[in-house]
């Protein structure tokens, strides 16, 4: 469980390097892409390695959908800790590591905020 989400230590990943993460920034999407969504921007550096940017993509109607199933409010802190949780998955998994934006589906946007506020319960979707 990610207790801090603007900087964090991530990993092992498959080569059992330590990454150290960063938040940069938080903004819509539409604003800088045109794109309905909350991106959420990270810098992640493996140790002995140099600094990426990763920005996880969180499409606005599936976390509105999330937030209104779940009763909960829309807010940064909540898009942020489910970017971060996302971003440990691809540093332990290396999966999609060779982008630079990856966009969450509703699915994953569902499960990662479950797994943040622990209430699993596939089948209430």
Not at 10 to 15: L, N, S
Not at 20 to 40: C, E, M, N
Not at 49 to 56: D, N
Not at 107 to 117: A, M, W
Request: hydrophobic letters at 40%.
């Amino acid at each position: 469980m990610i207790e801090q989400s603007r900087l964090f230590e991530a990993g092992p990943d498959p080569f059992g390097r330590i990454w150290k993460v960063q938040f940069r920034w938080l903004q819509t999407g539409i604003s800088i892409r045109h794109a309905d969504t909350v991106d959420v921007k990270f810098f992640v550096t493996p140790e002995g390695g140099e600094t990426e940017e990763k920005v996880i993509a969180l499409p606005h109607p599936d976390l509105l959908e999330m937030c209104e199933e779940h009763g909960r409010k829309l807010s940064d802190p909540l898009c942020m800790r489910i970017a971060a949780a996302h971003l440990r998955h691809m540093i332990e998994t290396s999966e999609d590591m060779d982008k630079t934006l990856v966009t969450l589906s509703r699915d994953e946007i569902f499960q990662y905020d479950d797994q943040l506020h622990g209430a699993v319960s596939a089948g209430r979707r």
